[in-house]
């Protein structure tokens, strides 16, 4: 019995030269699609894997170059508004106003509360 051609990792069928696809558990054979030769996935166990790893083709200065990202602390600061908190009660929160798509909707206040951070919205 002839047995496949190896050509890197992969296998051909020797008789039509179709490549056969991937062992399977399935069985012990690996069946060509074309002419149906029955390749025993033992002639997968021999074939190295070349890996082709070329640890020279990035320069290390390019690898080296990391971004370097300087955190900007983008902390906006909302007015403070006297407005009673409904989770925890407390008088204070941050006022941000949020104007809606159409005029017809006005506009909505967000509320955090300055204690608590709960957050809530009120329509204008
Ligand atoms: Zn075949
Ligand atoms: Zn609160």
Redesign the pocket.
Known sequence: MQSAHKIGSLLF?P??G?LLSAPTDDGPTVE?E??H?LEPTSSYENIEIVTHSHPDAFPSALRQKRKTQTKVHQGKVLPKVSEKCPACGYMEAYYEEKQMRSADEGSTILYTCVSCKHGWRVNN
């Open positions: 069928c008789q039509c179709t060509c074309q002419c030769h």
